[in-house]
């Protein structure tokens, strides 16, 4: 089983990234915000827990983050490309002693590099369509009609976790919280660095070919 990391802070781009990943490679997206968002939506009891961290711009206690995860991971899948996850050491840990249950392991991680002003105009400007949640920017992303997908006609809105407030809250947790990954996985012989400020079609270029390495 392959696997590959999105690890980044909230607004340096990995839904974006991913979203280009996703048509250029066979990987499976894994994104627990997307996948709390859609519980929240449907109102399941994940959903209910998860509500109340997410609206502080907190992080969803581990164990909940983990129970979706494992039942993503199917055993006939191979190659997963996980999008905001892990976030903490312990998820960082258990994911891989579950990829190790399948026989796989963490073969690259790309670290999306980016400074707090280009993550706070990138945050504050954010729109997601609510059908199918692809990601547009109001300046440097902006959708052919304004507040309508392109993809699919759906409606765009504002993250209520993409208010100023809750950003410089989310910016902090990935500090302190989620920061601490990088030296683990520098650790594991697997960090490559992506300047988040680049051109997403080249960033999307140079991650599918060096995911297509197998890693070490
Ligand atoms: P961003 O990276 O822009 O913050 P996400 O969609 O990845 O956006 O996450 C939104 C929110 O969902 C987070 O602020 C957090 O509350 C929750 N969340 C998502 N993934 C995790 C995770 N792996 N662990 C804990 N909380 C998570
Ligand atoms: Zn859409």
């Given at each position: 089983m392959r696997a590959i990391i999105l690890l980044g802070?909230?607004?340096?781009?990995?839904g974006t990234l991913a979203d280009g990943i996703k048509a250029a490679s066979r990987f499976q997206h894994v994104a627990t915000g997307d996948m709390l968002r859609a519980a929240l939506k449907q109102g399941t009891p994940v959903g209910r827990e998860a509500e109340a961290f997410m609206k502080r711009g907190e992080l969803v206690p581990d164990e909940v983050i983990f129970?979706?995860?494992?039942?993503r991971i199917g055993a006939g899948d191979d190659g997963f490309m996980f999008d905001g996850f892990p976030r903490t050491l312990a998820q960082a840990e258990r994911?891989?002693?579950?990829?190790a249950a399948?026989?796989?392991?963490?073969d690259h991680v790309f670290l999306l590099d980016a400074k707090r002003a280009l993550l706070l105009s990138r945050l504050t400007g954010r729109r997601v369509c609510r059908a199918c949640g692809a990601v547009y920017h109001v300046v440097n992303i902006p959708p052919r009609?304004?507040?309508?997908?392109?993809?699919c006609g759906g409606e765009?809105?504002?993250?209520?976790?993409?208010?100023?407030?809750?950003?410089?809250?989310?910016?902090?947790?990935?500090?302190?919280?989620?920061?601490?990954?990088?030296?683990?996985?520098?650790?594991?012989g697997v960090l490559?660095?992506?300047d988040a400020?680049?051109?997403?079609?080249?960033?999307?270029?140079?991650?599918?070919a060096a995911a297509a390495d197998r890693g070490r």
């Open positions: 802070a909230p607004g340096a781009g990995k129970k979706l995860v494992e039942a994911l891989d002693a579950l990829l399948h026989g796989g392991k963490v009609r304004a507040g309508v997908c392109d993809a765009l809105y504002q993250r209520a976790d993409d208010q100023e407030a809750t950003i410089a809250n989310r910016l902090d947790v990935y500090e302190r919280q989620t920061a601490p990954l990088i030296a683990y996985y520098e650790r594991q490559t660095r992506v400020a680049r051109e997403r079609r080249e960033s999307v270029a140079a991650i599918v």
